[in-house]
């Protein structure tokens, strides 16, 4: 029953292009009805093809003969974000019958904008006028300019994802570091643990007289460093507040790696797990590389 109620919501949407103000039968009845035919046009033209699309985006049960696996993996990093504004659109232009191709792109530059609108919290009218635009292109067959990011937006985003992430609301720092896990993993990772953490490899409050105070003397370069991204690394467990201010090589052999197998689930912690020391210089060129990687990944 939630879906069915989410599917006409959906569809309202793709009539009305604008946000709801009233109750979905009200809405229904005013943007959706007078455009119906007949019962059987709006069965046979707009009920059956947009739940089936429905169907496919929920379930992330796109079919084809190469594009299916990549597509659906799409389809799971969208159903991460707290909002479902893209799907009216994500609907409309499955039910338009595209080719293997087509879909692919879309659904690339699909997830590149809603992250973009994700990490950078842009408010439910912004992401709704935006969608609204994508929409109207699908219909009337045109390029789909509006799913692309301007070079204004993809400077903001850079920024955004070099700046401090730790700081960003759990939902948005965990969607980027799983998003940057799945570029550095060449998406040959999987992503559902029961309990996901977002650990610090340099604690936040290190120890007088630690290995860490030796690399990172100075507390202003220090604090600059901690929350970025370089610094950032994901564990499929709860954080234990003893284990995090161990020493480098401690914290590694104890906190970075399974217990079963001595390595890391995710890529990027199997980076640190690579590193003999964890310094200014270390962090330096490590944000270098993630952002260039996450720049690829993007295409910012």
Same mark, same amino acid.
């Given at each position: 029953?939630?879906?069915?109620?989410?599917?006409?919501?959906?569809?309202? $949407?793709?009539?009305?292009?604008?946000?709801?103000?009233?109750?979905?039968?009200?809405?229904?009845?005013?943007?959706?009805?007078?455009?119906? @035919?007949?019962?059987?046009? /709006?069965?046979?033209?707009?009920?059956?093809?947009?739940?089936?699309?429905? %169907?496919?985006? +929920?379930?992330?049960?796109?079919?084809?003969?190469?594009?299916?696996?990549?597509?659906?993996?799409?389809? !799971?990093?969208?159903? %991460? &974000?707290?909002?479902?504004?893209?799907?009216?659109?994500?609907?409309? /232009?499955? *039910?338009?019958?595209?080719?293997?191709?087509?879909?692919?792109?879309?659904?690339?530059?699909?997830?590149?904008? +809603?992250?973009?609108?994700?990490?950078?919290?842009?408010? +439910?009218?912004?992401?709704?006028?935006?969608?609204?635009?994508?929409?109207?292109?699908?219909?009337? !067959?045109?390029?789909?300019?509006?799913? @692309?990011? $301007?070079?204004?937006?993809?400077?903001?985003?850079? %920024?955004?994802?070099?700046?401090? &992430?730790?700081?960003? *609301?759990?939902?948005? =720092?965990?969607? &980027?570091?799983?998003?940057?896990?799945?570029?550095?993993?060449?998406?040959?990772?999987?992503?559902?643990?029961? $309990?996901?953490?977002?650990?610090? &490899?340099?604690? @936040?409050?290190?120890?007088?007289?630690?290995?860490?105070?030796?690399?990172?003397?100075?507390?202003?370069?220090?604090? %600059?460093?901690?929350?970025?991204?370089?610094?950032?690394?994901?564990?499929?467990?709860?954080?234990?507040?003893?284990?995090?201010? /161990?020493?480098?090589?401690?914290?590694?052999?104890?906190? /970075?790696?399974?217990?079963?197998?001595?390595?890391?689930?995710? *890529?990027?912690?199997? @980076?640190?797990?690579?590193?003999?020391?964890?310094?200014? $210089?270390?962090?330096?060129? =490590?944000?270098?590389?993630?952002?260039?990687?996450?720049?690829?990944?993007?295409?910012?």
């Amino acid at each position: 029953r939630d879906e069915l109620n989410a599917l006409f919501g959906h569809i309202r $949407t793709i009539f009305a292009k604008a946000k709801a103000k009233r109750t979905l039968m009200e809405e229904f009845s005013e943007f959706v009805l007078p455009n119906i @035919q007949s019962p059987e046009f /709006f069965i046979d033209s707009i009920l059956k093809p947009y739940a089936e699309a429905f %169907r496919i985006i +929920v379930r992330k049960d796109y079919h084809s003969s190469g594009n299916a696996s990549e597509i659906n993996s799409l389809l !799971g990093w969208l159903s %991460r &974000v707290n909002n479902s504004d893209w799907m009216p659109a994500a609907i409309l /232009f499955i *039910a338009s019958e595209p080719s293997e191709a087509e879909a692919l792109a879309f659904f690339r530059d699909l997830e590149r904008l +809603v992250a973009y609108m994700h990490i950078c919290a842009k408010y +439910v009218n912004d992401r709704i006028e935006r969608f609204a635009l994508v929409t109207r292109e699908i219909e009337e !067959g045109k390029p789909l300019a509006s799913l @692309q990011l $301007t070079e204004s937006e993809k400077a903001d985003f850079k %920024r955004r994802l070099d700046g401090n &992430v730790y700081d960003m *609301a759990p939902i948005r =720092r965990n969607y &980027v570091v799983l998003r940057l896990d799945s570029f550095v993993s060449d998406a040959a990772a999987s992503y559902a643990p029961a $309990t996901l953490t977002i650990e610090h &490899v340099l604690p @936040q409050h290190p120890k007088e007289g630690s290995q860490w105070l030796n690399w990172w003397p100075d507390d202003e370069v220090r604090m %600059r460093w901690t929350h970025r991204i370089a610094n950032l690394v994901p564990l499929p467990r709860q954080k234990n507040s003893e284990a995090q201010n /161990f020493d480098f090589e401690k914290k590694k052999s104890k906190y /970075f790696t399974s217990r079963k197998t001595g390595t890391s689930s995710y *890529a990027l912690t199997t @980076q640190v797990l690579s590193e003999n020391e964890w310094t200014p $210089t270390t962090l330096e060129k =490590r944000q270098r590389d993630l952002m260039e990687c996450l720049c690829t990944g993007w295409g910012l």
